[in-house]
């Protein structure tokens, strides 16, 4: 079978939520299912969740006998050597085998990886990785993960735990963290840490806006939440995110110096939330840099697939198993974006659909409004473009954008760091040139068309 023919499944098990899409050799997810991880059951109800959903979506999306592989990213400690999880947290998947299981019932190649490992694999593949052939992935939400890949392969370790760059120690007399040592990045930069700190200061008296929004002390300070207190200007809220962000930045440094990488990539809730504010701090931290700074390389970007990196590099892993190199750029298949045509200045006709308004194409071919719902206002122009609008036009992770606007007024500086960030080039072109040069294009591409 052709490469370019081939599907596979990447699935990430979560500790809220499993999810398990079907991914093509080129890197776009075709169709997804997702499923509640079970609260109770242990390893064998979770093995069966994740069993369930790779069989709804194989025959939703009539995948029959293209399906190449199986990838898994799991969170936790794994031993490769006997296919099973050493110790997870948050998940009661101790001491499961998911891959014998798998491979049994689906009869394809079936690989795991730890989670962050396999985000970092999947920025490597189609994200804001892809040139690079050493990274680090620092992935910060609830705790920081990571994930580093030297010469393109994943760097495991001896036991299977390298990585754990939120474990690397910032402050010798810092914080405990959960893995009992003191001064973990993670125990200061963490949503956790952030939202101890937030909570210490309430409890000692310190206005913000966050005294309000929280609920009882077992309802987390979510990421949504801090980015929401940042846009009302919370002095505290701002003051706690540019220590976490300082903080991170230094780990920065020991990450460059260490590994010397091409690229250190930012993932997680709380970048995917507060990414805009935290960036510049830690791009400053770099810059400043007197021993690397004004060296090239170990530039830091944004994740450009968000939560899709843990079920993308699932499938990268699942290509590798199945003896395909998914970094080899070789035969992508990009035949799935749909027909487009202006029939007059206000109307465009998307395959059998029909638009009077902006509209944007994902790097999966689906067609959406630029805005959810009923409302239909048209951008005038490119410097009118939000990043909130470029975060729905960029899912998927386009290598490149093509904005169709006939004029020729710039994206704002905002904007553009968000896609500079990401890897993402942009291409600004009239509506009719622009469609033209979307439908030539042999690339993970994306649209954003404004109707003006
Ligand atoms: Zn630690």
Known sequence: MAESKINLIGVDVGGTNIQAAVITSSGVVRKRQRAETPREGGAEAILSTVTDAIAQVLDEDKVGDTLGGIGLAVPGLLDYKKNRVDNSPNTD????????????????????ANDTDACTIGEKWVGSAREANTAVGVFVGTGIGGGILVNRKLL??????????????????GPICGCGNRGCLEAIAARVAMERDIRRAIAEGQPTVLAD?????????????LRRALDAGDALTTTILTRAGEVMGQACLT????????????????????????????????????????RPGGRIVQSALGDDAGVLGAAALAMTE?????????ERSFDHYPALKLTDDHTIQAGKKIYQEDILVRVNGRVR????????TRLASAADVTEKDLGRACRGGPEILILGVDNDA??????????RRRDIAV???PRKKALKRFDALKARKALLLLMG
């Open 427 to 429: 291409e600004m072109l």
């Open 156 to 173: 495991r370790g001896t036991r299977y735990s390298a990585a754990e760059v939120g474990h690397m120690v910032m402050d010798i007399h």
């Open 213 to 225: 929004w929280i609920g009882g002390p077992d309802e987390p300070i979510r990421s949504g939440m």
């Open 369 to 376: 409004k630029r805005q959810k719902g009923d409302d239909t």
């Open 322 to 330: 199945a003896g395909l190199d998914p970094f080899a750029g070789g």
């Open 93 to 112: 998947i101790m001491g499961l085998d998911l891959i014998a299981p798998l491979r049994k019932k689906f009869n394809v190649p079936v690989a795991f």
């Open 410 to 419: 710039p994206l704002r500086a905002a904007a553009q760091a968000f896609l």
């Open 255 to 294: 990450l460059r110096h260490i590994f010397e990488p091409d690229v250190i990539i930012f993932g997680g809730g709380v970048m995917e939330a507060c990414g805009d504010f935290l960036m510049p701090i830690l791009e400053a931290a770099i810059s400043a840099d007197p021993y690397f700074g004004p």
